[in-house]
């Protein structure tokens, strides 16, 4: 291991590097504005490996941020967080350490955090917030080396894993997009001593089904109550904004009749099981309210008079077939999606239910079909100043800036309807006070 600690070392050393694994070590792990300690690189052509000093108590260099971020070069990247490394050095070919391990060996028992041996340090140097600089070299030395000879054993280049970075990728630009607060509000109800207006949510996709949690300043965005107090202090950060929330129509029912190879006759799945559950073509809000109920309990119960109904007979035996592919393969492969699903996956193992590993198999399909239509969206809002805030699982929440017009808003539920997927509207001035709203004829 190479160590450099000024600028006329790193000129002597290669600087363009087209595949190479990358530990970056920011001063502040809560802001990285605040620039880098260190920087770890192996390069596989040469089999080398460097550690670039920047600002560490062991070391006196003169290599600045600028410097490096002139003078190298990356083109395929596996870095510890892609969500640090492309902060500094911004790129799209990269993935990271955590991702290849999570598809490469199904678990998540080794991962945690990585850097997660830096915070108990935070308060010995308090109040300096750049605590990096003071943790021992050999400590991200070590950690370097052990994620380094984890991914000698990992492939490092797959559909998978150009899938699923393709996610992370998107998770991360909705955390670099931030959701705007009310401060004052957020503080109140959720007991928190926040000052900055925005909210970046980290995604954490490392779980059995892939299917992302965001959470941020010990707040689960992903799973926010619905109530006024909960929801209030969710604003737009424009003059003229408000909050656009889409959300996928029966989406999991879609996803279940695709599955089983069930083709549905009517747009409206709910609708279309009220009718054969109250065997009548007229329903009222109340039958199909109690009609959904009834389909949720179907889905994950095997209720005898359901199985008389083709769509559930069907879904019954598709469950029966992946619980006894599980057993004897000790892996599912889920339809119309590119990673598996591995028994590794279940921390619970052999005690998981037919109905628990069928909503695994689903939520899988949820998680690679809806990202499908966020990185399309995505590269649509590119030139336009409204921006996807949230991800909730089947739905996701734009902040949406009136000078972009509803002609944006029409676009995005063209992608979604040409992605096969119907979906509903609600707009309003916070997260709470959000009403339907009618794209088409532009009522409210």
């Keep these: 291991m190479m160590v450099i600690e000024n600028e006329d070392q790193l000129r002597e050393v290669q600087t363009n590097f087209s595949g190479s694994f990358v530990f970056p070590i920011p001063k502040n792990m809560s802001n990285f504005s605040e620039g880098l300690s260190m920087l770890f690189i192996h390069d596989y052509k040469s089999n080398e490996s460097y550690s670039i000093a ?3 108590e062991e070391f006196k260099s003169n290599i600045t941020l600028e410097t490096l971020q002139t003078l190298l070069s990356f083109n395929y990247v596996i870095a510890s ?19 290849l391990y999570w598809l490469n060996k199904g678990d998540t028992d080794y991962l945690g955090d990585l850097y997660s041996f830096t915070s108990k340090y935070k308060r010995f140097y308090y109040p300096s917030t750049s605590y990096n600089i003071y943790i021992p070299y050999y400590m991200f030395l070590r950690c370097f080396n052990s994620q380094l000879s984890y ?51 980290k995604y954490m996709l490392y779980n059995a089904t ?21 929801r209030l202090g969710f604003i737009s950060r424009h003059d003229r904004g408000i909050l656009v929330e889409f959300d996928i129509k029966s989406f999991h ?30 329903i009222s809000p109340q039958e199909y309210d109690e009609a959904k109920k009834m389909t949720f ?13 083709p769509f559930f007979n069907a879904l019954y035996k598709y469950r029966d077939s992946i619980y006894s592919q599980m057993v004897h393969d000790k892996e599912v492969v889920v339809p119309y999606c590119v990673r598996t699903l591995k028994l590794s996956n279940l921390k619970d ?42 991800y909730v699982y089947d739905s996701f929440l734009l902040d949406f800036d009136r000078e972009d017009g509803l002609e944006t808003l029409r676009g995005i539920q063209k992608i979604i309807n040409d992605s096969g997927f119907s979906s509903s509207v609600k707009i309003g001035k916070n997260y709470f006070n959000m009403k339907s709203f009618d794209l088409e004829n532009m009522k409210a």
Excluded: W
């Design 151 to 201: 991914l000698s054993t990992l492939d490092k280049k797959s559909s998978v894993i150009e899938k699923y970075t393709s996610i992370l990728s998107s998770l991360n630009h909705i955390r670099d997009n931030g959701i705007c607060i009310d401060i004052p509000q957020i503080n109140e109800v959720y007991n928190k001593k926040l000052t900055t207006s925005l909210l970046h949510p």
């Design 210 to 230: 892939g299917r992302p949690v965001g959470t941020c300043n010990g707040i689960n965005l992903s799973a926010i109550p619905k109530d006024e107090k909960h």
């Design 297 to 309: 309990t179907n889905i994950y119960s095997e209720r005898g008079d359901a199985k008389k109904i």
């Design 54 to 56: 920047l600002q560490h």
């Design 81 to 99: 967080s892609k969500y640090i490394f492309d902060y500094y050095f911004p790129s799209k070919f990269s993935t990271e350490f955590p991702l």
């Design 253 to 282: 029912l879609y996803l279940i009749a695709k599955a089983i190879g069930y083709t549905l006759e009517e747009e409206d799945v709910h609708m279309y099981l009220a009718k054969i559950y109250f065997k009548k073509t007229n």
């Design 349 to 390: 193992g052999y005690s998981y239910t037919k109905g628990k590993l069928f909503s695994y198999v689903i939520q899988l399909m949820e998680v690679e079909h809806f990202f499908d239509i966020i990185n399309k969206i995505t590269v649509y809002l590119q030139s336009k100043k409204t921006q996807i805030v949230l």
